[in-house]
């Protein structure tokens, strides 16, 4: 795998990150959340396991270094 291939999978897991961390705040806003949106929300963590897989089999882990730019403080 190239290297810019490997930039493309990790802007791709960045991506899924974003959108795994706006369901949830979707999800925790509600007093009772549709199936569906567990469903999204499922379907965005597989996806985010199947791009995490490729970056290993390329020797090029992802690996989380702490809050980033995804990173949402916590709740007070």
């Known amino acids: 795998m190239t290297a810019d291939e490997i930039q493309d999978l990790n802007r791709a897991r960045a ?3 974003r959108q795994r ?4 705040r979707r999800i925790g806003g509600l007093d009772v959340a549709p199936i569906s949106m567990s ?5 965005t963590l597989v996806a985010i396991e199947a791009v995490d897989r490729a ?3 390329a020797g ?3 690996v989380d ?3 980033g730019q995804d990173a949402q403080p916590p709740e007070r």
């Open 65 to 67: 270094i702490g809050p």
């Open 15 to 17: 991506a899924l990150a």
């Open 21 to 24: 961390n706006a369901i949830a």
């Open 60 to 62: 090029q882990p992802h």
């Open 55 to 57: 970056l290993v089999e």
């Open 39 to 43: 469903e999204d929300l499922t379907r």
